[in-house]
């Protein structure tokens, strides 16, 4: 607990001092429960919008830092947008709707916006070097109670914790996309984190209504050491002429009941994001069966990232309800 939460406490009893035990344990529970209840997510991205939808739907305050404010006025407007939906669905009402867009608020300073939190789930660009330096910052910022968690898809968990002063209290808490619809959140030990804090991660995961899965920290964990081989195969394919965007997607779609084809998935993920994922694989296993289709590292350079350049394997700017292959690839 941090000292803003400490003084609370005290205070708290001070002002107890006098009423009855039971009454006085009821406040402290109470306090304790609200101070768990304040979250920082790092990132107002893809991810961060969707971590910070899903904590603030269930009563966390939620502090969004991001160093780009358009990307955090994005991230409002995306979750409106997407609790709107939810309404119209009948899965919300519109107070619970008013009252999701309540808790949350948003910062571009991180200082002010970790203070008196007692969670910090970290969604910012998949990038090591990146990485490192929020958790080196977060460590310094936040009382060392403070669960430092990250939404990496694919790098070390220990890597990251060990540049902080509390490896046992750093973990992987990794949300899939679109966070509010996905189930899954595979829960990531690294070398060092302990039970209580994996226990912790665990059943604020399920109280978030979502399946929490606990995994050990090796290279891509276990979804994307599954997943991308399959991206990066799917990109080959169409690489090497086999076949094109729209007959890969078809046949994995229809032949294997995968609900979206996977150059598809590769354009809601974020070719950038497949990419760096690929290279830790790489890197971590040292195997050449992960390295990244060359097809895949020109589109990075070429900045199609997929949806949310507007274009990939398929072009977006009309919305993503209809599957119009990129130009590129319709030659
Ligand atoms: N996209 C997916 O489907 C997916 C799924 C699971 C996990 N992830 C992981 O989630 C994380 C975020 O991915 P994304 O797809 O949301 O990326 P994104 O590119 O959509 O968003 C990243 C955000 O981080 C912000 N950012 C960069 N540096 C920052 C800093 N120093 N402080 C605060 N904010 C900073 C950027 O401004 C941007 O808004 C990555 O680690 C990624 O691997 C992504």
Redesign the pocket.
Known sequence: MNDLNTSLLVNCLILCNGIQYKDTMIIFVGLIQKCMKHVAV???????NGIAHVFAQFGHQVNI????QP?LDKAIATISKNLDRQVSKGALTEAEKEATLANLTTHTD?KSGVEGVSLVVE????NVN?KL??FKELDALTDPSVILA??????SITQIASVTGRPDKVIGM????PVPVMKLVEIIRGYSTSDEVTNTIMDMSKKLNKVPVEVNDYPGFVANRILMPMINEAIYTLYEGVAGVAEIDTVMKLGMAHPMGPLQLAD???L??CL??LRVLHDGFGNPKYAPCPLLVNMVMAGKKGV?SGEGFYTWTHGTKELIVAENFNK
């Open positions: 790092i990132g107002a991205g893809t991810m961060g830092i991001d160093i780009s990307a991180m969604a910012a660009t998949e990146l330096k929020i990250t939404n990496t898809s694919s790098i990794h949300f899939m996309n809601f993920i974020g950038d994001v760096a994922i949310k």
